[in-house]
């Protein structure tokens, strides 16, 4: 079944069109990563996707329904589309827990014993349950990130959108934020994830997207992907990517 | 040196100091957030509220007692009360002033923090109110702190109207003893008294707020 989709997508700030006509769809169960160059739009297609920014132009579709052009409430398809960010964006005056319980009781209407249960729970999933009581400042930048995945997580979401999750992180707090990711993909959690990276996306994804200036390249399973790219553009990123050719 | 009654005397006037402070301030805070919420919210209502801002803050806080006290007094019965009249004067620039306070703090908190709200779902008003504003109160509150001096300050304008509050009380004992200057000395260090205490206080507490949230 189809979660989120998108058709002819463009958007234009100012004279920048950053976004020049894409077409994509992510079914139940798949984990997807997206490649590509800075600047290549991977960031604005995600928020997009995420319903936080709306398109200049062209369709998204979620769970087959025209979320624009039926004139949906956003807020609500929000709530079932987790959002995980590049910088981690905690509530920071709330702990950790606080920060998972606010979304299950504003918007889930949870009960403040539920909610606690539910996000204890969500915590342990991605092994920061012994720092429930922490304010973000006292975290760690992957600490604070797998808190950021335990609050898109907790909702119960349908798919989760990760945008360079692990970017401004070192490579020890990058493993455990991977670790944390692999995890769910192997749960089945649907998984739209901008990374560069490519161990997670050998391991877990079911396609690679490689976008640049605006544009969908190539897409494909990762061994093809990354073994034999189709297009020039795929060979020379990717090799570069992978650190040799 | 100082005769205790004298003093004594002088304090029976801090109450109203205080009461017509606080309850502006009052006013003020109660119209200062939602101003400053409903400018980032809706840019066709800016225009009225940049009005009111620009209003009270181009005009002496006084020249409005004197215009709703005499002008709308007529009209308003409870404006021809003079500590009413005060109040509501002071309470309406205070809500220009923190309208602007909040406006500030509300731009201070990290952009970031209103997506994340929205991306669990959140409507905007939600997102204000459970994630934007706990931030910007903090912010806030070295100028919330000013604020409060200020109006304290402030409040002996209702001295005009005839409000028995400090400054008032100050004038009554010059005129009933024979030193002009003594009772206003005392009246000013019982203002410092006052208002250094509590800008102090919200600044640190506002200080210690940011450091353990790591707010900017």
Request: overall charge neutral.
């Amino acid at each position: 079944m189809e979660v989120l989709a998108c058709k002819g997508l463009r958007k234009v700030y100012g004279d920048l069109e950053v976004l020049k006509g894409i077409d994509f769809s992510i079914n139940k169960g798949e984990t997807k990563v997206i490649i590509g160059p800075s600047g290549s739009g991977k960031s604005t297609f995600l928020r997009i996707m995420g319903l936080l920014e709306p398109p200049t132009e062209g369709k998204v579709f979620f769970e087959g329904k025209d979320v624009y052009g039926e004139n949906l409430n956003l807020n609500m398809i929000r709530a079932k589309i987790g959002f995980v960010f590049q910088d981690p964006s905690l509530f920071r005056h709330l702990t950790a827990l606080e920060n998972v319980k606010l979304g299950l009781k504003v918007v889930l209407k949870m009960s403040d014993e539920e909610a606690t249960k539910k996000a204890m729970e969500t915590l342990k999933l991605v092994r920061m349950d012994e720092w429930a009581d922490y304010y973000p400042a006292q975290l760690s930048g992957g600490q604070q990130q797998r808190v950021g995945i335990a609050r898109a997580l907790a909702m119960d979401p349908d798919i989760i959108l990760f945008d360079e999750p692990t970017a401004s992180l070192d490579i020890e707090l990058t493993w455990e934020v991977i670790d944390v990711m692999k995890d769910l993909a192997r749960r089945g959690i649907t998984m739209l994830v901008v990374t560069h990276e490519i161990g997670f996306a050998k391991e877990v994804a079911d396609e690679i997207v490689l976008m640049d200036s605006g544009r969908i390249v190539e897409s494909g399973p990762p061994e093809q992907m990354l073994k034999s790219p189709k297009t020039e553009r795929a060979r020379e990123f990717l090799g570069r990517l992978l650190g040799g050719v | 040196m100082i005769d205790p009654n004298d003093l004594l005397f002088l304090l029976q006037g801090v109450p109203a100091t205080l009461a017509i402070s606080f309850l502006s301030f009052g006013i003020g805070f109660a119209l200062g957030i939602p101003i400053a919420v409903a400018r980032q919210m809706s840019p066709s209502l800016s225009y009225l509220m940049e009005a009111y801002e620009k209003a009270f803050r181009g005009i002496p806080v006084l020249v409005f007692m004197l215009l709703f006290y005499f002008g709308l007094g007529g009209f308003v019965p409870f404006l021809k009360d003079p500590f009413t009249c005060a109040v509501v004067a002071l309470g309406l620039r205070s809500g220009a002033f923190q309208s602007q306070i909040f406006r500030g703090a509300i731009n201070s908190v990290d952009k970031q923090q209103m997506m994340a709200a929205l991306s669990l779902g959140m409507t905007k008003t939600e997102a204000f109110r459970y994630v934007i504003l706990p931030q910007a109160f903090i912010v806030a509150l070295p100028g919330l702190g000013s604020e409060i001096s200020l109006l304290i300050k402030d409040s002996s304008y209702a001295f005009i109207l005839g409000v028995l509050e400090l400054t008032k009380h100050a004038d009554i004992l010059r005129k009933a003893s024979r030193s002009f200057v003594f009772p206003y000395l005392m009246a000013a260090v019982l203002y410092i008294l006052m208002t250094f205490p509590i800008a102090n206080y919200l600044d640190k507490w506002g200080s210690r707020l940011k450091t353990k949230y790591g707010l900017r």
